[in-house]
């Protein structure tokens, strides 16, 4: 047999490759995907969140961020979650509703009585069981992140009175909740992605949207539509979901470091969020849109047939309705 000699300098390639893949190895990669902007501060607090995780883990376990719907669509993002090719991602309760049915409560209009009853459902014990519910479903909810309230922007007319939606086209989230609410405020859902939407908005496909201000702004969706109605006809939180492959994957330990920095870029999140809502809200105005405070009862009264008709159709969710309202 011919015995192979190898050059000093060989020998320390060799030894770099191997120092390079035992690195590789002894270092948890975990990739997070979304469909956001890298300037929408949802996307900062998962920045924040990669850097809490580094740092605990001592560089041990590392979060890395794909913005921009790089790995997917919102639908398409969980979807990978599922089967395990993906490890994180931030979705929309709305969205999640498809995916584990208890998330569409927080679909319902006018749910919250203000900010610090929504605060109250979300830190107790409704909050957390309805994280851990869509576990059936392969998918964990770490935290919540606020998305504001949502409310509609147009292009022609602002909408002051729920039969100002009558005709348009409104863009919604794939989600029967959201469908519904337009469709009893009398406008026409249609489903479109959020990384579609603004050439939809373009091209006439919708006639407007409805989403909070930070992501109005971001969008650039305000080239488009230049009348803002606030009307905050829903809260619905974001939330942070891993693929329960990847979590059962995961050591105790790196469990705790992950659900940390989760729990730490939350309260992070909470505080630009409200900085980024000001911002946007000026920002808005200076480019020229159009920002009305439409009288809100109105809105209320048109969608209160959707609590009748869940109470009979879907009374297991209903009951969660119940459990929120009588939070103090």
């Known amino acids: ?20 893949c035992q690195a590789t190895l002894d ?12 300037t929408h501060p949802v996307h900062e607090a998962m920045l924040f969140l990669a850097q809490k995780v580094e740092e605990k883990s001592g560089g041990k376990m590392v979060v890395k961020v794909y913005p921009n719907q790089q790995l997917g669509s919102e639908r398409e993002l969980v979807e990978l979650l599922q089967i395990g090719s993906l490890g994180m991602t931030k979705v929309s309760s709305a969205a999640l509703e498809g995916f584990a049915p208890t998330m569409q409560v ?4 006018y749910l919250f009585r203000d900010d610090a009853h929504q605060l109250a459902v979300l830190n107790g014990e409704i909050g957390k069981n309805l994280l851990l519910d869509p576990e059936k479903y392969l998918l964990r909810g770490l935290c919540y992140y606020d998305a504001g309230k949502r409310s509609f922007y147009t292009k022609a007319k602002p909408v002051d009175k729920p039969k100002d939606l009558a005709g348009l086209k ?3 989230m794939e989600s029967n909740t959201a469908s519904n609410m337009v469709k009893s405020l009398g406008g026409s859902p249609t489903p479109v992605s959020y990384g579609e939407l603004y050439t939809a908005l373009q091209q006439g496909i919708v006639d407007g949207a409805e989403n909070n201000a930070p992501s109005l702004y971001t969008s650039k969706h305000y080239e488009v539509c230049k009348f803002y109605s606030i009307d905050e006809h829903t809260a619905l939180p974001d939330v942070m979901i891993i693929s329960t492959k990847v979590w059962n994957s995961l050591s105790e330990q790196e469990q705790q470091w992950l659900q940390e920095a ?39 009264e048109a969608v209160e047939s959707m609590y009748s008709a869940l109470k009979v159709q879907q009374p297991e969710i209903y009951k969660i309705v119940e459990e929120i309202r009588a939070v103090k």
């Open 106 to 109: 927080f679909g319902m209009p």
């Open 27 to 38: 270092k948890r990669i975990i990739k997070l995907g979304h469909g956001l902007g890298i």
């Open 262 to 300: 989760a729990d730490e870029s939350a309260v992070y999140e909470y505080k630009i969020w409200a900085e980024a809502t000001e911002e946007a809200l000026s920002e808005l105005e200076k480019a020229g849109v159009t920002i009305t405070y439409p009288d809100k009862e109105p809105f209320r």
């Open 170 to 172: 409104i863009r919604v």
């Open 1 to 20: 047999m011919k015995i192979i000699k190898l050059k000093p300098i060989c020998f320390c390639i060799l030894f770099t490759f191997i120092f390079s």
